[in-house]
C-alpha cells in the first residue's frame, strides 16, 4: 500500500435500516427519474444517459476526493448511479436489441469478475474496510453493476416474463427476507448477506416505482412520474440531513462507530 492509500476514514456508510431506506428510495428514482426525463422533458434516451453518465461523473470526483464518508455527496453518487444503470440497460435493450437474458447474464458476469479482482487485489471484500482509493474504486465499479444487474433482472421478470410488477416485487421482497434470515441464522456471511440484498434491492425499488407509475393497463396505478420521484427525493434529502447531523452512521476504518 502506497503513502496515499493511507490516512483514509473509511469512505462508506454503517448499514442502518435508514441505509435500506435510501437504497430502496434511490432504486425508485432511478427508475422514475430516468422515465421523467426520458419522456416527459422529451430528452429521448441517448441524451438521457448522456446527462446523466455526465452529472454521476462529476459526483463521483467529488467523492473520490475526499478523505472520509459525507452523507449527502455519498447518497447524491448512488442515486445517480441508479439512473445510470437504469440507463445502461434500457440502451442495451431499446437502441441495441439486447434480451433482457443476456443483459442479466451479462452484467452477473461483470458483477462476479468485478469482486474477484477486488478480492485478490485488496484481500476482503467488506464495505466496513473502505480505506483506500483502490478499494473506493472496486466499491463504486460493484455498486454500478448492481444496479444494472438489477434493473435487468427485474425488467426480465415483471415484463419478459409477464409476472407484471406488483408480483416481482413480491418475489424480489421474499428473496430479501431468505438472505435476512440467512444472515441472521448464521448460515451466510455479512459480506455475500450484504451484496446478494444490494442486487436485490435494485428490482424491488424499480418494481415498486414501477408499480405507481405505470399505466393501469399495464399493470400499474398510474401516478405520475414527477410526484414518484419527487416524493422520494424528499424523503431520501430529509434522511441524508438526519445522518449529516446525528452522524450516526459513520464509522471508522476500523469498522467502529465515531
Given at each position: 500500500?502506497?503513502?496515499?492509500?493511507?490516512?483514509?476514514?473509511?469512505?462508506v456508510?454503517l448499514v442502518?435500516?435508514?441505509?435500506?431506506?435510501?437504497?430502496?428510495?434511490?432504486?425508485?428514482?432511478?427508475?422514475t427519474?430516468?422515465?421523467?426525463?426520458?419522456?416527459?422533458?422529451?430528452?429521448?434516451?441517448?441524451?438521457?444517459?448522456?446527462?446523466?453518465?455526465?452529472?454521476?461523473?462529476?459526483?463521483?470526483?467529488?467523492?473520490?476526493?475526499?478523505?472520509?464518508?459525507?452523507p449527502?455527496?455519498?447518497?447524491?453518487?448512488?442515486?445517480?448511479?441508479?439512473?445510470?444503470?437504469?440507463?445502461?440497460?434500457?440502451?442495451?435493450?431499446?437502441?441495441?436489441?439486447?434480451?433482457?437474458?443476456?443483459?442479466?447474464?451479462?452484467?452477473?458476469?461483470?458483477?462476479?469478475?468485478?469482486?474477484?479482482l477486488?478480492?485478490?487485489?485488496?484481500?476482503t471484500?467488506?464495505?466496513h474496510?473502505?480505506?483506500?482509493?483502490?478499494?473506493?474504486?472496486?466499491?463504486?465499479?460493484?455498486?454500478?453493476?448492481?444496479?444494472?444487474?438489477?434493473?435487468?433482472?427485474?425488467?426480465?421478470?415483471?415484463?419478459?416474463?409477464g409476472?407484471g410488477?406488483?408480483?416481482?416485487?413480491?418475489?424480489?421482497?421474499?428473496l430479501?427476507?431468505?438472505?435476512?434470515?440467512?444472515?441472521?441464522?448464521?448460515?451466510?456471511?455479512?459480506?455475500?448477506?450484504?451484496?446478494?440484498?444490494?442486487?436485490?434491492?435494485?428490482?424491488?425499488?424499480?418494481?415498486?416505482?414501477?408499480?405507481?407509475?405505470?399505466?393501469?393497463?399495464?399493470?400499474?396505478?398510474?401516478?405520475?412520474?414527477?410526484?414518484?420521484?419527487?416524493?422520494?427525493?424528499?424523503?431520501?434529502?430529509?434522511?441524508?440531513?438526519?445522518?449529516?447531523?446525528?452522524?450516526?452512521?459513520?464509522?471508522?476504518?476500523?469498522?467502529?462507530?465515531?
Amino acid at each position: 500500500m502506497t503513502d496515499a492509500d493511507r490516512g483514509l476514514l473509511n469512505k462508506v456508510p454503517l448499514v442502518t435500516l435508514a441505509f435500506w431506506v435510501i437504497k430502496i428510495l434511490a432504486t425508485t428514482v432511478g427508475e422514475t427519474g430516468a422515465d421523467f426525463l426520458n419522456f416527459n422533458l422529451g430528452f429521448g434516451l441517448t441524451m438521457t444517459s448522456l446527462l446523466a453518465a455526465a452529472i454521476l461523473a462529476g459526483f463521483l470526483w467529488l467523492q473520490l476526493r475526499q478523505d472520509r464518508y459525507v452523507p449527502w455527496i455519498y447518497w447524491t453518487c448512488v442515486v445517480f448511479l441508479s439512473i445510470v444503470g437504469t440507463l445502461i440497460t434500457d440502451n442495451l435493450s431499446d437502441n441495441f436489441g439486447v434480451s433482457l437474458y443476456v443483459s442479466t447474464a451479462v452484467f452477473a458476469i461483470a458483477l462476479a469478475a468485478t469482486f474477484f479482482l477486488w478480492h485478490r487485489a485488496e484481500h476482503t471484500l467488506s464495505i466496513h474496510d473502505i480505506t483506500t482509493p483502490a478499494r473506493e474504486r472496486y466499491y463504486w465499479l460493484a455498486i454500478l453493476f448492481t444496479f444494472a444487474l438489477g434493473t435487468a433482472a427485474g425488467d426480465l421478470v415483471g415484463e419478459q416474463m409477464g409476472l407484471g410488477y406488483a408480483l416481482s416485487g413480491a418475489i424480489f421482497g421474499g428473496l430479501i427476507m431468505l438472505v435476512t434470515i440467512g444472515y441472521y441464522s448464521k448460515l451466510i456471511g455479512p459480506v455475500l448477506a450484504f451484496w446478494s440484498a444490494y442486487v436485490l434491492t435494485r428490482p424491488l425499488g424499480a418494481s415498486a416505482g414501477d408499480y405507481l407509475t405505470q399505466a393501469p393497463k399495464d399493470g400499474g396505478l398510474g401516478l405520475p412520474t414527477m410526484t414518484v420521484s419527487a416524493l422520494s427525493l424528499v424523503i431520501i434529502i430529509v434522511l441524508v440531513t438526519y445522518l449529516s447531523i446525528s452522524k450516526i452512521d459513520a464509522i471508522e476504518h476500523d469498522g467502529k462507530e465515531v
